[in-house]
């Protein structure tokens, strides 16, 4: 079963407002990604944070990780049509590297 | 970041009929991985592909449904075997170079079994 839940499972929004991504995790992990994908396709690598830290950024995304509720956000700022498309978080729970993708979110955003 | 070249890209194929996905990394990676996406669902991880010995299968999946070979650092492929409607669905490649570093994807064959 997978580790990780995410919501909103959907999530429509307008250009230029700011999107927020969910994810929950049942047990200790390494790591947690974060992932884009379109259309169905390969998956594009977003963010990385490790377990002893609490916040990254990258451009216009940021995310958080909270250890202790075993939870992490997504944030994308001032969002364009191009952000539409699946996201997914994904946790690293030992060295074997294996990730555990939680359900995705699927966000539009309108021009 | 590596670079994943994953064939084919799609394909049609026949219920009873095998398919070899083949998955090349333009630089040696330590780890190498392969998942299944069905249908609007999240990806499950298949099997790790191990250099040189037996991949490391997960919960539900076995060797003689999908055979996986990895005979060196850059290239592993992925045999979905006695195919049938149900195993339509999306198949990654996964690569990192390290437990604690990020995973880079192919693009991934769009598989579709009639």
């Known amino acids: 079963s997978q580790q990780g839940e995410e919501d909103p499972q959907a999530l429509s929004i307008q250009e230029g407002e700011n999107a927020t991504m969910n994810c929950s995790y049942k047990?200790?992990?390494?790591?947690l990604q974060w992932y884009r994908q379109n259309s169905g396709r390969g998956l594009v690598h977003l963010i990385l944070?490790?377990?002893?830290?609490r916040e990254k950024h990258s451009g216009r995304l940021r995310v958080t990780l909270d250890t202790s509720k075993k939870s992490s956000s997504l944030l994308i700022t001032a969002s364009r049509a191009a952000d539409t498309a699946s996201y997914f978080c994904?946790?690293?729970?030992?060295?074997?590297?294996?990730?555990?993708f939680g359900d995705g979110t699927t966000l539009t955003v309108k021009p | 970041s590596a670079v994943i070249s994953q064939k084919p890209s799609r394909d049609i194929c026949q219920r009873g009929t095998s398919l070899t996905i083949q998955c090349q990394v333009d630089?040696?990676?330590?780890?190498m991985f392969w998942y299944r996406q069905q249908p609007g669902q999240s990806l499950t991880l298949i099997a790790t592909?191990?250099?040189?010995?037996?991949?490391?299968?997960e919960s539900g999946f076995v060797i003689d449904k999908f055979p996986i070979s990895r005979p060196n650092l850059t290239f592993s492929t992925l045999t979905v075997s006695n195919m049938s409607p149900e195993d339509s669905s999306i198949y990654l490649c996964?690569?990192?170079?390290?437990?604690?570093?990020?995973?880079?994807f192919g693009q991934g064959t769009r598989l579709t079994v009639v």
């Open positions: 944070i490790r377990s002893n830290e």
């Open positions: 592909a191990n250099q040189g010995s037996e991949a490391t299968y």
């Open positions: 994904a946790t690293v729970r030992t060295n074997a590297g294996k990730s555990t």
């Open positions: 047990t200790s992990i390494n790591n």
């Open positions: 996964s690569v990192k170079d390290g437990g604690d570093t990020e995973a880079f």
């Open positions: 630089s040696q990676v330590t780890m």
